[in-house]
């Protein structure tokens, strides 16, 4: 799938919006400026949240919760993580349940996810991003809305 511009990787977000569930987990791949963090906003905006979403690089871990967004949602960045090992002092494990994961730089955390959707961006020479997607099984009817 290819994005244009910010505008359409904000898009793509709120469509994925509409198809997640908590226990879900989206990773988000790509290189910086790739667009993840737009895909992120465009879904919390799709959420309720009123406002830009910030990028969680400094704080590695920002919650959402309800009434600020209609489910809770952990979004996630391990850009600042060195040693996989970090991963369990963040507790995710025990939010993942009712909550969704959203994780930029997941490659950070190899084998944390197997499970997740795992999108990736790539910036293309004319200033789009190229989307790839590995598609669980559990995602397999879901994706096909998108």
């Known amino acids: 799938m290819i994005l244009a511009d ?6 793509f977000g709120a469509r994925l919006a509409a198809l997640i569930a908590p226990g879900d987990v989206v ?5 910086l400026g790739a667009g993840k963090t737009s895909v992120a906003r465009g879904l919390l905006a799709a959420l309720g949240l009123a406002g ?4 969680p690089s400094f704080a590695i871990v920002q919650p959402y919760d309800v009434p600020e967004v209609r489910m809770a949602v952990l979004h996630v960045d ?10 369990d002092e963040l507790g995710l ?10 994780v930029e730089w997941p490659e950070r955390a190899p ?3 197997p499970d997740a959707l795992a999108l990736t961006l790539e910036m293309l020479p ?10 669980p099984p559990g995602w397999k009817a879901r994706w096909q809305q998108i």
């Open 52 to 55: 830009e979403a910030p990028s």
């Open 78 to 87: 391990l850009y600042r993580i060195d040693d996989p090992e970090e991963i």
């Open 111 to 113: 084998g944390w996810w």
């Open 93 to 102: 494990d025990e939010a993942a349940s009712d909550s969704v994961l959203l």
């Open 126 to 135: 004319d200033g789009s991003r190229r989307l790839t997607a590995a598609v």
């Open 6 to 11: 910010p505008a359409a990787s904000e898009a």
């Open 27 to 31: 990773t988000l791949s790509g290189p």
